[in-house]
T-cell receptor
C-alpha cells in the first residue's frame, strides 16, 4: 500500500545551523508533495509544496528537494531559529488522490 | 479573518456516549477533511467531503459519522462504536480536491473517561 515515511524520527541542531529533514515515499505515481510544520497542541501549518515536474523549490529560508529516481523528498531549513522547533510532516498525493502523511520528524533547536 | 475553527478545544466524554466535534471554515473551500492524530503519529484520514452534500469514507471511518449540509460546516460525530476514541482530531479544508494545499484548524483533543 501507499506509505510515506521519514528516515529520522528526531533531529537536534544548533541554533543558526541548517537543518535537513528527509522523507521517503513509496508511490512512484505521486505527483504532488507538501511539507507541514506542527507545533505542540496545534494544527499543521503549510510550509512549502512541490509538484513532480520540479526537483527543487525555494521559499523563505526553506528549500524542498525532490528526487523521483529514488523517491526521496527533503526539507532544508536555513539558519534555524528557536521558533523552528516543531514536528515536520511530509505528505504526498497518492494514487487514490488522497493526501498521505508520514509519521513526522521532531526538530529540536539547541541554543 | 478567514480560516478554520474547531470547537471545543478540549472535550471529555464518558464511555458509551456519542459526541460531535464542530468544524467551520469561511474560506469558501469546496473540500473538507477530518483526520485523527495519535501521540507521536502522523495524520490518518477519517472522512472527507469533496463538495457540499457529499462525503466519502477515509482510511479509518469505522465508529465515526459526518454530514455536509452546508459548504462551510463539516461536523464529525464520534460514536460509541469507536473503540479507542481518545485522540487529537484535526479538520482541514482545501480549494479543491486532493491537489491543493490543505488548511488545518487548531484541533480538538478528545478524551474518553
Amino acid at each position: 500500500g501507499e506509505s510515506v515515511g521519514l528516515h529520522l524520527p528526531t533531529l537536534s541542531v544548533q541554533e543558526g545551523d541548517n537543518s535537513i529533514i528527509n522523507c521517503a515515499y513509496s508511490n512512484s505515481a505521486s505527483d504532488y508533495f507538501i511539507w507541514y510544520k506542527q507545533e505542540s497542541g496545534k494544527g499543521p501549518q503549510f510550509i512549502i509544496d512541490i509538484r513532480s515536474n520540479m526537483d527543487k523549490r525555494q521559499g523563505q529560508r526553506v528549500t524542498v528537494l525532490l528526487n523521483k529516481t529514488v523517491k526521496h523528498l527533503s526539507l532544508q531549513i536555513a539558519a534555524t531559529q528557536p521558533g523552528d522547533s516543531a514536528v515536520y510532516f511530509c505528505a504526498e498525493v497518492g494514487g487514490a488522490q488522497k493526501l498521505v502523511f508520514g509519521q513526522g520528524t521532531r526538530l529540536t533547536i539547541n541554543p | 479573518d478567514g480560516g478554520i475553527t474547531q470547537s471545543p478545544k478540549y472535550l471529555f466524554r464518558k464511555e458509551g456516549q456519542n459526541v460531535t466535534l464542530s468544524c467551520e471554515q469561511n474560506l469558501n473551500h469546496d473540500a473538507m477533511y477530518w483526520y485523527r492524530q495519535d501521540p507521536g503519529q502522523g495524520l490518518r484520514l477519517i472522512y472527507y467531503s469533496q463538495i457540499v452534500n457529499d462525503f466519502q469514507k477515509g482510511d479509518i471511518a469505522e465508529g465515526y459519522s459526518v454530514s455536509r449540509e452546508k459548504k462551510e460546516s463539516f461536523p464529525l460525530t464520534v460514536t460509541s462504536a469507536q473503540k479507542n476514541p481518545t485522540a487529537f482530531y484535526l479538520c482541514a479544508s482545501s480549494i479543491g480536491w486532493a491537489r491543493h494545499e490543505q488548511f488545518f484548524g487548531p484541533g480538538t483533543r478528545l478524551t474518553v473517561l
